[in-house]
């Protein structure tokens, strides 16, 4: 993962139709507004109130970047700290080497803030207390997402773990240490080399060391050669209204999360008939909704390496700010890393018109010739502000020098059939009778999508 002054450069490097959208849609009105509510909740998007209040707080974080030198340095315990896992893909070079992953935690330590303040904050912003009929439920669903926004980070903190497979002798390591971000993030060997493509294995936190509930993340094996699929989250696969500020906080706080129309059984259909592609899953979101959005893959489409933006809402400076701001500056640095660890296998990208994704993955494709076989870009017509990001003339600018045939703009998934035939292979024609039985008789909702465009 990027350090805390890349994702600050990735921050500031702000695309003129990023600049755009945000003023548009007032983004710094609404960000000033929720920055002075939450300071005055005790949970500001700059903690050096709150993290006063915590002795030794602030020493440790200044000291983070010492990593294993640093005096501070400690197990992360039950009575202070919680700890996240994340899923990841396992690689390797040939088929005699070992299995290698990057295993990233993520280390909170609990107590930062007045949790129902900013509850308080998050629901006055968006309008829920003038709501007549509004339920306590809500309430309480908008404090389950924000809980991982208001624990501070814990830099200096180490967690034991093993990883555990069906194949070989279970092995302990040491995750470690977390940086000023409250991340750690290393490489190191997850299984045998007798282990095969899409195999499964575990790494778990070691409690009886630790005394914390323990983490779990799932590492999926994948061989050198077959196939990988680059997904975006926000809009692409979810519903989360990211060109609109009001939207975002309230897909992310109050709602149950939506897919978009068709996408879980066209990935169905595509993990099936590439036979099991190695999914990475590449948001602009902070990495403090991981579990949020592991749970929503998990529910509706295939398991894979969720990526995130590895700093929290309080480094970066807002919700907003890691959605809206450097999407193409961070989505690139993030793909240079998958394709450093699966250069041979072929790729299809798949993102959609709210951010920086036709750029993003057109400058990939010519960085690396033959390794992305295809780019799908929805087109969404479901959000505010959405004209400029879907002119004609900004997809033909941002796929300048990638042939047409490997590119396509799409509404619903049904419109890609042919494509994905062609790009799959005869070795996988079935799988245009499969979108095609699925798809069948959706000319209806196409029109209806773009009859919505047009009234917007």
């Known amino acids: 993962m990027a350090s805390f002054l890349e994702a600050a450069k990735q921050n500031f490097a702000e695309d003129p139709l990023e600049s755009e959208g945000r003023k548009d849609a007032e983004f710094l009105q609404l960000e000033t507004q929720l920055f002075a509510k939450l300071t005055k909740a005790g949970v500001s998007s700059v903690s050096p109130t709150a993290a006063i209040k915590m002795p030794g707080a602030v020493i440790e974080g200044l000291l983070g970047w010492l990593g294993n030198k640093n005096p501070f340095l400690k197990n992360a315990s039950a009575g202070q700290n919680e700890v996240w896992i994340l899923d990841n893909t396992a690689f390797k070079s040939s088929a005699m080497s070992t299995w290698r992953a990057e295993v990233v935690a993520c280390f909170f330590q609990h107590g930062r803030g007045d949790l129902t303040a900013a509850v308080a904050a998050i629901a006055d912003t968006i309008g829920l207390d003038g709501e007549p009929g509004h339920q306590a439920e809500t309430k309480a669903l908008i404090a389950e997402r924000l809980k991982p926004f208001i624990d501070a980070v814990a830099p200096a903190r180490t967690l034991p773990i093993v990883v555990e497979s069906q194949s070989h002798k279970p092995h302990k390591r040491k995750l470690g240490p977390s940086n000023t971000s409250g991340i750690s993030s290393q490489v190191f060997e997850v299984g045998a080399h007798s282990q095969k493509n899409g195999e499964v294995n575990h790494i778990k936190s070691d409690s009886s060391v630790s005394g914390l509930p323990q983490a779990e993340a799932v590492t999926h094996l994948a061989a050198p050669e077959g196939w990988g699929i680059i997904s975006d989250i926000d809009d692409t696969i979810k519903i989360t209204q990211t060109p609109d500020p009001i939207g975002i906080l309230r897909t992310t706080f109050t709602e149950p999360p939506q897919y978009t129309s068709h996408m879980p059984d066209f990935y169905k259909i595509l993990d099936e008939q590439l036979q099991k592609p190695a999914w990475f899953y590449l948001s602009a979101s902070p990495y403090n909704l991981y579990p949020f959005l592991r749970k929503f893959i998990q529910d509706y489409f295939p398991l894979g390496t969720i990526i995130l933006r590895d700093a929290s809402w309080m480094t970066l400076g807002g919700l907003f700010s890691t959605l809206t ?132």
């Not at 047409?404 to 799409?410: A, C, D, G, L, Q």
């Open 325 to 456: 701001q450097g999407t193409k500056e961070y989505k690139t640095s993030r793909i240079d890393k998958i394709h450093d660890w699966l250069p041979h296998r072929k790729f299809i990208c798949i993102g959609d018109s709210t951010q920086m994704d036709p750029e993003t993955y057109a400058e990939s494709y010519k960085k690396y010739p033959g390794w992305i076989s295809a780019i799908y870009i929805r087109k969404v017509t479901d959000a505010p502000f959405m004209e400029k990001k879907n002119m004609p003339e900004r997809f033909e600018k941002a796929f300048e020098g990638v042939p047409p045939n490997v590119w396509k703009v799409f509404m619903l998934p049904d419109e890609l059939k042919d494509h994905v035939t062609h790009v799959a292979g005869e070795a996988h024609l079935g799988i245009m009778g499969q979108l095609s039985a699925f798809f069948c008789g959706h000319e209806r909702e196409r029109q209806q999508l773009e009859k919505d465009r047009v009234r917007q």
